[in-house]
């Protein structure tokens, strides 16, 4: 069946640092692929999305591109922010039309 | 703005109590969704529902129900609460023509089952 498998957390860096989160994905079709970024205390929000091949989601300085032929999605970010901490959630919009998570990154930054 | 609200932030119940989690949301969405959420598994989907009194079962519904009787309300029910319940549980929803993908999420409830 459809997975999502992104990078074990935590990852902490200081701050300005390039970040890349990986993730790579199983799929039959070609699904919609997402970002979600979920602060402290909150639930989950869209941070960027893709829907075809070669197709580049961005928001907030973040970016992820769509890439078939390795069924990936990594994300990435140039100088991160104290205020980019939060747990990253790599997701597919599933061929069953529902969205599969990954198990979720945690991004700590020091200052 | 776009608003879910859940019921509780923290509840903490007893092994086989009935547990009611109530999401509300005022955007006029179609779809309703019931995630848990656990460390190292990421969110599970346990119940969605594509309109009023409609439910459709999602990966990890056993021991689980749900009622959506008005369009903005979809509750989860535990029947009978067990320690392995204890967890996250995060509510959503979507807009039909928004697709599933877009989908906003409340604060979430923790639930803590002794």
């Known amino acids: 069946g459809d997975s999502v498998t992104q990078m074990e957390g935590p990852v902490t860096l200081s701050e300005e640092a390039f970040l890349t989160i990986n993730c790579t994905y199983t799929?039959?079709?070609?699904?919609?692929l997402f970002w979600y970024v979920q602060y402290p205390g909150e639930g989950l929000q869209l941070l960027l999305k893709a829907t075809k091949a070669d197709d580049k989601g961005s928001n907030k300085g973040f970016e992820a591109t769509y890439r078939k032929e390795t069924t990936s999605f990594h994300l990435e970010k140039g100088s991160v922010q104290v205020s980019d901490s939060a747990v990253y959630f790599c997701?597919?919009?599933?061929?069953?039309?529902?969205?599969?998570f990954g198990s979720g990154t945690r991004l700590s930054i020091r200052p | 703005d776009v608003k879910v609200t859940q019921s509780s932030r923290y509840l903490v119940k007893r092994t086989g109590e009935k547990v009611f989690l109530e999401c509300v949301q005022d955007?006029?969405?179609?779809?309703m969704f019931w995630y848990r959420q656990d460390p190292g598994l990421g969110l599970r989907l346990i119940y969605f529902s594509y309109d009023v009194k409609m439910k459709e079962k999602g990966d990890i519904p056993e021991g689980y129900s749900v009622s959506r009787e008005k369009k903005e309300r979809f509750s989860l029910i535990l029947e009978s609460a067990s320690t392995n319940q204890t967890s996250m549980y995060l509510c959503a929803s979507s807009s039909r023509q928004g697709g599933l993908e877009t989908q906003y999420f409340g604060p979430g409830t923790r639930l803590l089952v002794l």
């Open positions: 997701a597919l919009g599933s061929s069953a039309s529902k969205i599969i």
């Open positions: 955007m006029d969405h179609e779809n």
């Open positions: 799929a039959t079709g070609y699904p919609s």
